[in-house]
Each structure stands twice: as C-alpha cells, then as structure tokens.
C-alpha cells in the first residue's frame, strides 16, 4: 500500500513532429523525468534527451492501441506513488485533442496534481510550415478547430456549422470520413473551394496534397495519404501555399 506521493506527473507537449519544435522547458522536464509516457506522434529523438529514465510507448493508432486510455491512466498513478518523476509525452499541444483533461482527473482522483507544459498544436505548426495563414488581417479573420470524428465514430456535427462560416477550417482525425467531410462542405461551398492535407507535417517522411472539396480524395487516394494527416479548408489555403510548394517540389524533384 502506498503511504504518500514523492513523485510527480507532467504533461509535456511535444510539438508537431519536428523534434526541434518542443519547448525548453519541456525538454527540461524531459531530462529530469524518471518515466516517460510517450504516444505514436512523438518523435523519439526527443527522449535522448532522457538518460536517466525508462521509456514507455503507450501510443495510439486508429485500430491500434499499445494500451487503453484506462490502463495508461492507471500506469500514471501507480508511478508516481511509487515515488517517480513522470513525464506523459504527447504530441502536438497538451490541450488540443490530447485526452490530457481525463489523466488530469483520474491523477486529481488519487491525490496528484499533474504540471502541463503546452506544445506547438499540429495544426498551427504545420499550418505555418506550409505558409497557410490561419487568420490574415482584412482576410482571414478566424480559424475552426475540429475533430472529423466523434467518440460514436460519426463525423463531427461542428464540420456542417464550419462549412458555413468563412473561417479557415482545421481537421484533426478526419481522413477516415474525408469523403463524407466533403460533402458537407460542397452543401455550403462551391465545388472550387480550396482543401489541402499533410501527412506527417513537418516531418522528413512528410507527404501533402493540395486541391479542392471536389478532387481532394481523389488526390489524397493518389498520393497515398492516409493518417496521421491534418486537413486545412479554406482561401487561406492558396494564399501562400501554392508558390511555396511548388519551389519545394522544384527544390526536390
């Protein structure tokens, strides 16, 4: 039985993918962590940083889980009662679609208050990696953040409500619907109506398309992209990404 708390939880975002887009202060607590959690998103040059501790990878994929969210909630606990300094690693922001809020409440259940260290998002990073500005002033003049799906596995109803704004619409775990996505955007927007999606931004194995809510499965389907990927909708879209990409593409061809 544990007799009282000597060790501590942190939540740590670690950026887009980029292992050079993690904060200092979470590689700080990186260097000093007993444990380290780490999900499928982290790049794991980031736990060389790390010489002291063990390393767990508690990753998810879609139809693949190295662990439940119940039992990594568990594993949080039972470490730091037993007296270690952990690190939970995620990827991209501790607060965007991360499932940091539950492990906060179950570590709160049992005495434990977790330090959260925010992270560069995804879709921030690899919107301005890309040179798509999410806002741009007189033009762009706010962002959408939405999951394509929910916990049913059912598109997100927000995607119909998005579609008919004139933000620029950022898609999280949505290429499993991207189709059906689509076309609830076609239902608002013309057929012209600019899409682009990025597998693995920022990453060297980084894959991306850019098209319309009319070709953009087709050329997803083509290029071979599949999750993780990021969808960005919107004009702000070709603001700047057409001529970047294609001196990128010339850089590499």
């Given at each position: 039985?544990?007799k009282?708390?000597?060790?501590?939880?942190t939540?740590?975002?670690?950026?887009?993918?980029d292992?050079?887009?993690?904060?200092?202060?979470?590689?700080?607590?990186?260097?000093?962590?007993?444990?380290?959690?780490?999900?499928?998103?982290v790049?794991?040059?980031?736990?060389?940083?790390?010489?002291i501790?063990?390393?767990?990878?508690?990753?998810?994929?879609?139809?693949?889980h190295?662990?439940?969210?119940?039992e990594?909630?568990?594993?949080?606990?039972?470490?730091?009662?037993?007296?270690?300094d952990?690190?939970?690693?995620?990827?991209?922001?501790?607060?965007?679609?991360?499932r940091?809020a539950?492990e906060?409440?179950?570590?709160?259940?049992?005495?434990?208050?977790?330090?959260?260290?925010?992270?560069?998002?995804?879709?921030t990073?690899i919107?301005?990696?890309?040179?798509?500005?999410?806002?741009?002033?007189?033009q762009?003049?706010s962002?959408?953040?939405?999951?394509?799906?929910?916990?049913d596995?059912?598109?997100?109803?927000d995607?119909?409500?998005?579609?008919?704004?004139?933000?620029?619409?950022?898609?999280?775990?949505?290429?499993?619907?991207?189709?059906?996505?689509?076309?609830?955007f076609a239902?608002?927007?013309p057929?012209n109506?600019?899409?682009?999606?990025?597998?693995n931004?920022?990453l060297?194995?980084e894959?991306?398309v850019?098209?319309?809510?009319?070709?953009i499965?087709a050329?997803?389907?083509?290029?071979?992209?599949?999750?993780?990927?990021?969808?960005?909708?919107?004009?702000?879209?070709?603001?700047?990404?057409?001529?970047?990409l294609?001196?990128?593409q010339?850089?590499y061809?």
């Open positions: 039985m544990h009282k708390t000597k060790g501590s939880l939540i740590v975002g670690a950026g887009p993918g292992p050079e887009l993690i904060t200092l202060k979470g590689i700080n607590a990186i260097k000093k962590a007993d444990i380290i959690l780490y999900d499928a998103l790049s794991t040059a980031i736990l060389a940083y790390n010489t501790g063990e390393h767990f990878f508690v990753g998810k994929r879609k139809g693949a190295s662990f439940k969210q119940h990594i909630n568990r594993m949080l606990v039972t470490f730091v009662l037993d007296g270690k952990v690190v939970r690693l995620k990827g991209g922001d501790v607060s965007v679609f991360a940091a539950e906060i409440d179950y570590a709160e259940q049992h005495g434990i208050a977790a330090t959260l260290i925010p992270g560069i998002s995804s879709f990073g919107a301005a990696a890309h040179r798509i500005p999410l806002t741009r002033r007189c762009h003049e962002i959408w953040v939405t999951t394509g799906y929910t916990c596995g059912r598109p997100s109803q995607i119909s409500l998005a579609a008919q704004s004139s933000a620029t619409v950022a898609i999280l775990m949505g290429m499993t619907h991207l189709k059906t996505l689509m076309q609830l239902k608002h927007k057929q109506y600019p899409v682009a999606v990025v597998q931004g920022t060297p194995n894959k991306w850019k098209g319309t809510i009319e070709n499965a050329k997803v389907s083509e290029a071979g992209i599949s999750n993780p990927a990021t969808i960005f909708v919107g004009p702000a879209v070709e603001d700047h990404t057409s001529v970047w294609n001196q990128q010339a850089q061809a």
